[in-house]
């Protein structure tokens, strides 16, 4: 496939890329516009290490060719929350110290956001299908766990 | 629950336009009326089955179960898809995860997008298991012929408008196409197309009438 100019939007910036359409958005965050929260771990759509937002919804960055992304928007963990005004995932995160080496965590976090942005109060059931298919090499799963039941009970405002 | 259940009528009504460009290679000229005899019919059926019993068409269509099915050379034998996924009532998995957040929609046909083994196959439409009625998974001829032409469990519609679901729903297409190491299912999309028209024209005769 050729090179193509392409524009698109990522944590509410538009950016300029010319690179070839079917190149994964992973490579295209990471190598091309310098956004590292996403992270490689398999790019096979196995692990959840690169998971973003497009539209809202998680979606593996590793298996989304760039030139598939249309007008749809991206957000990553950078655009999540800001320091002083964390997503309520990020502050459950905090609360539970859920990350040990850290290299799953953004992807676990982008997944949870996404979950609870389409059902704010799941089962316990459900956040295990749900965060089912992001690894963690370091073991954090209870303390994921116990983070996503956190920032559901917030937003539940209890 | 009532959010949950507004979200995922939003975001299904939201995915669903997915659908689209139907495949121009795809004839659908049914045979004339009455040109099909009864056995021919059944012979057309016993293909139709081999389509819908393959693992790459009933992997999908599990029923009442919300899991779908891996299997083929990398699997050894038919297993539950791995990580835990369930398409939920809404068969895309809004419930919980999405089948697209892996499945990811391509905005159009490309090569090379299904080469990569034990990567998630991708189509230019929502990835999702069929819906409950359409149960094929482990379900014998006599099963599926009475489900496929019952306007009641087929999504109210006659044979040719079965081939013409075939001929419009992308994901279905992934079936004789699915790259990697997958078997594609038997015959040609234009086959069973065939089969479906001369079936319904044979006045939808199963094994068992
Ligand atoms: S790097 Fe994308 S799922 Fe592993
Ligand atoms: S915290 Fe180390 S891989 Fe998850």
Redesign the pocket.
């Known amino acids: 496939m050729k090179v193509s100019h392409m524009e698109i939007t990522v944590n509410d910036q538009t950016y300029s890329v010319d690179v070839e359409p079917e190149m994964p958005l992973?490579w295209v965050l990471r190598d091309e516009l310098g956004i590292t929260g996403p992270?490689?771990?398999?790019?096979?759509?196995?692990?959840?290490?690169?998971?973003v937002h497009v539209n809202g919804y998680a979606v593996?960055?590793?298996?989304l060719a760039v030139g598939d992304l249309g007008s749809s928007k991206v957000s990553t963990i950078e655009g999540l929350g800001t320091p002083d005004s964390l997503h309520v995932v990020q502050e459950s995160w905090i609360e539970h110290q859920v990350a040990q080496c850290g290299y799953c965590q953004s992807?676990q976090i982008m997944q949870a956001a996404s979950l609870l942005s389409t059902n704010p109060n799941p089962s316990d059931d459900q956040i295990d299908a749900a965060m089912s298919?992001n690894l963690c090499r370091c073991g954090t799963y209870p303390r994921i766990k116990a983070a996503v039941k956190s920032a559901a009970k917030k937003l539940q405002g209890s | 629950m009532k959010n949950l259940h507004t979200a995922i009528g939003l975001l299904v009504s939201v995915m669903s336009f997915g659908a689209i460009a139907a495949d121009d290679n795809v004839q659908i000229k049914p045979p004339a009326a009455g040109s099909v005899s009864q056995q021919q019919g059944l012979l057309a059926w016993s293909r139709i089955f081999d389509v819908a019993s393959h693992p790459r068409c009933a992997n999908c269509h599990t029923g009442p179960s919300d899991r779908p099915m891996w299997s083929g050379p990398s699997y050894g034998k038919t297993r539950v898809h791995g990580m835990n996924i369930q398409a939920g009532k809404s068969r895309i998995g809004a419930e919980t995860i999405l089948c697209s957040t892996?499945h990811t929609n391509k905005s159009e046909d490309w090569d090379k997008a299904n080469t990569v083994n034990h990567a998630a196959p991708r189509v230019a439409m929502s990835w999702q298991l069929a819906p409950e009625d359409a149960f094929w998974f482990g379900r014998t001829t006599q099963q599926i012929c009475e489900q496929l032409r019952n306007p009641e469990t087929n999504g109210n519609r006659d044979a040719l408008e079965i081939a013409e679901h075939l001929n419009h729903d992308l994901i279905l297409h992934w079936a004789w196409a699915p790259g990697g190491n997958r078997e594609p299912a038997p015959y040609s999309l234009q086959e069973h197309v065939n089969d479906i028209l001369a079936w319904g024209v044979a006045g939808t005769p199963c094994p068992e009438d």
Do not use: E, H, N, P
């Not at chain 1, 771990?41 to 692990?47: K, L, R, S, T, V």
């Not at chain 1, 593996?60 to 298996?63: D, E, M, N, Y």
């Open positions: 992973l992270k490689y771990g398999c790019g096979i759509a196995q692990c959840g290490a690169c998971t593996r960055s590793c298996q992807g298919g | 892996c």
